[in-house]
């Protein structure tokens, strides 16, 4: 069975055992593949239904993305708002949103409902301006509120250095919805939720065959069969090719996260909050505080499959960078998450043929997008709900085969330098 990777949520998951590999013949009306956060809050919210479900995850629950990424949750979507509104009008824009902020809301219920152990949740969330531009974050505050009921507080410079010792922010935008937890937790908290409603769950059993013509669908891994009515794809950027139209919408992206020492009373010369934050860049940083008084930084992302030379030494310079008081802490862990994201930045959400649904493509923001994802399938099965459908304007749009890393790396490079300008000439 595959280990997980080492990290600070390896390193401090709640106990568990690893759920079977699937060996033999099984029929189901539901067979879930992936056992990310996507497919375990569909496999939830089907057996919340009463739908019989098989879940079959390749190697372990959370392995990727989904048990290695910020802990952030907080209504939206990686498209902006404002991108959003524009491309689809504010109507549906705020449909779009008002979904979101019901999954923010499913994902504490369920940790409470369930009683999830390890991710209780930290309430709070700034966003905080790189450029000196106090009128934009009154506007960003106000528009927010006013287009999609999102209520948020302005911080001022002086305000904001009070909390956060840097010389690098000139002001932040708080918002009381958003909240960070343990991600890994949350996701091994969910397996034993569905297990607990009947879900017949299995790692260590990566599908190598599809059989999708017919009525009843085939899943094929190297010990067993499932042969279900309906089937969810739910495998974000670890897809590979096991679907070849999904696959060719998906675009695998890693990102990466650095955990510190514990840092004492020396945290207090840099961090003074608790709540998740994060930067207005295009090319932005987030991070929090963990277990008292440790950082856990997250940042960069890239195209390349493998991970950067002294992946630490980066990531605790870009926090310096922030924080050059904190110059010489050390490196607890450091690790890379693999993403699944579309061209268009927004969740894939939809039907293949009959019986064959995707769930996919929450790059960046996945954490209520993932339940949201869910609870809209599972009505759609179950309940012949057509609430899926205003995900339709995205759809599976082609990623650009061999040449999409290369145009996404170009990408965040771009963004990089309008970054940097950006700060230069507004500073």
């Not at 950082?295 to 960078?321: F, Y």
């Amino acid at each position: 069975m595959t280990t997980y990777i080492d990290s600070f949520y390896s390193r401090t998951a709640e106990p568990h055992e690893p759920w079977p590999v699937l060996r033999g013949d099984r029929e189901t009306e539901v067979c879930v593949i992936g056992g990310g956060l996507a497919g375990l809050s569909g496999a939830v919210s089907l057996a919340e239904r009463g739908l019989t479900v098989t879940l079959l995850e390749a190697r372990r629950i959370a392995w990727g993305a989904s048990g290695r990424n910020g802990g952030f949750v907080s209504p939206g979507f990686s498209l902006g708002s404002g991108a959003l509104t524009k491309r689809l009008g504010l109507e549906r824009a705020r449909q779009l949103y008002a979904l979101s902020d019901k999954a923010v809301a499913l994902v504490r219920n369920r940790i409470a409902r369930y009683e999830i152990a390890g991710c209780e949740p930290v309430e709070g969330r700034i966003s905080v301006w790189r450029y000196p531009d106090p009128d934009e974050i009154r506007r960003e505050c106000d528009r927010m509120a006013e287009q999609f009921g999102i209520e948020g507080e302005v911080w001022s410079r002086e305000e904001l250095r009070e909390r956060l010792l840097t010389e690098r922010y000139h002001g932040g935008l708080f918002d009381r919805a958003g909240f960070h937890f343990h991600p890994l937790n949350y996701a091994l908290g969910l397996a034993r939720a569905a297990a607990s409603l009947g879900v017949r769950l299995h790692e260590g059993s990566e599908v190598t065959g599809l059989a999708l013509e017919t009525a009843q669908k085939t899943v094929t891994t190297a010990q067993g069969v499932v042969r279900a009515r309906e089937l969810v794809i739910a495998c974000g950027g670890l897809i590979g090719g096991l679907q070849r139209r999904l696959s060719a919408a998906t675009l695998p992206i890693a990102t990466y996260v650095v955990a510190t020492e514990p840092l004492g009373d020396r945290l207090q010369s840099a961090i003074r909050l608790d709540c998740a934050i994060h930067d207005n860049r295009l090319a932005n940083d987030y991070y929090r505080v963990v277990a008292g008084d440790r950082i856990l930084w997250g940042g960069r992302i890239s195209a390349r499959r493998a991970e950067p030379a002294e992946l630490a030494a980066l990531m605790l310079g870009d926090l310096v960078s922030v924080y050059p008081q904190l110059a010489g802490l050390r490196a607890e862990t450091a690790w890379a998450g693999t993403m699944g994201y579309a061209r268009h930045k927004m969740p894939q959400i939809g039907i293949l043929r009959p019986g064959v649904w995707y769930s996919m493509g929450f790059g960046g923001h996945g954490m209520n997008t993932t339940a949201m994802a869910g609870e809209l399938i599972a009505a759609a099965i179950a309940e012949r709900d057509d609430h899926y459908r205003l995900f339709a304007p995205f759809g599976l749009a082609w990623t650009g085969g061999a040449l999409g890393p290369v145009a996404a790396q170009t990408t965040y490079w771009a963004y990089q330098l309008g970054d940097w300008f950006r700060e230069r000439r507004k500073g």
